[in-house]
């Protein structure tokens, strides 16, 4: 089955700068990718997500890029805020399964922004 | 927006109860449902697959008979925890998709389960 692998599990930035958080998945016939955020105690909140046939895509201060052939994608977030803090999960679309189509997720990334 | 409920928030239950939780898609059908276990500070394990009408599909590892799930309609899904023990524990989430579309999940605000 799929495997996704998600780095790095925490990370800490200053209010107004970036934030990366890169997932690395193992099967080649998956073709969607979610990015969820979940904050304590709430439900995981779709953000964006992107299909295998976008290299980008972006929306406001969120973005996310895959890269089929190194099977790994990622999510960018610019001119970071206090809110913005909370835990991200990436997750891939197993294609097998017939038409369940379930998502494996990455470990999850605790994202701090520092005010 | 496609909107998931799931009742109750959170239970307490002695060891050796049957603990029940639903899933409600409220402003769509949703043919698929998901069943998660969240534990603190961990991500999210699937732990079955349920379409309307059929028999819920269950992840390695993880008890049919211990964890009941009906799927009866196409806005309802529920999780039964049987004989349930401390060890059952945890966060339970589901998930809904729109029918129609094989990608998006929305997810319930989970359901908190404690067993004394």
């Known amino acids: 089955g799929e495997n996704v692998e998600q780095h790095p599990s925490t990370l800490s930035v200053q209010e107004g700068d970036s934030a990366v958080i890169k997932c690395t998945y193992s099967?080649?016939?998956?073709?969607?990718f979610p990015w969820y955020k979940q904050e304590l105690g709430k439900r995981p909140q779709l953000i964006i997500d992107?299909?295998?046939?976008?290299g980008e895509k972006k929306d406001q201060r969120i973005a996310v890029t895959l890269n089929k052939t190194a099977k790994h994608f990622s999510l960018h977030i610019t001119e970071t805020q206090p809110e913005d803090s909370a835990v991200y999960f990436c997750?891939?679309?197993?294609?097998?399964?017939?038409?369940?189509?379930?998502?494996?997720f990455g470990k999850g990334t605790l994202l701090t922004v520092n005010p | 927006g496609a909107v998931v409920s799931q009742h109750p928030s959170w239970v307490i239950c002695k060891s050796g109860t049957s603990v029940k939780i639903e899933c409600r898609s409220l402003?769509?059908?949703?043919?698929?449902m998901f069943w998660y276990r969240q534990f603190p500070k961990q991500s999210l394990m699937l732990m079955a697959t349920?379409?309307?009408?059929?028999?819920?599909?269950?992840e390695q590892g993880v008890e049919k008979d211990k964890f009941l799930i009906n799927h009866a309609s196409l806005t309802l899904s529920t999780l039964t925890v049987t004989s349930a023990h401390p060890e059952d524990s945890s966060f339970y989430i589901c998930?809904?998709?729109?029918?129609?579309?094989?990608?998006?999940?929305?997810f319930g605000p989970g359901t908190r389960l404690l067993v004394l």
């Open positions: 998930s809904a998709r729109t029918r129609g579309r094989t990608e998006t999940q929305y």
């Open positions: 099967d080649s016939a998956s073709n969607y």
């Open positions: 992107i299909r295998s046939n976008v």
């Open positions: 997750a891939a679309r197993e294609m097998s399964g017939g038409s369940n189509y379930k998502l494996t």
């Open positions: 402003d769509f059908q949703a043919t698929t």
């Open positions: 349920s379409n309307e009408g059929s028999k819920a599909t269950y």
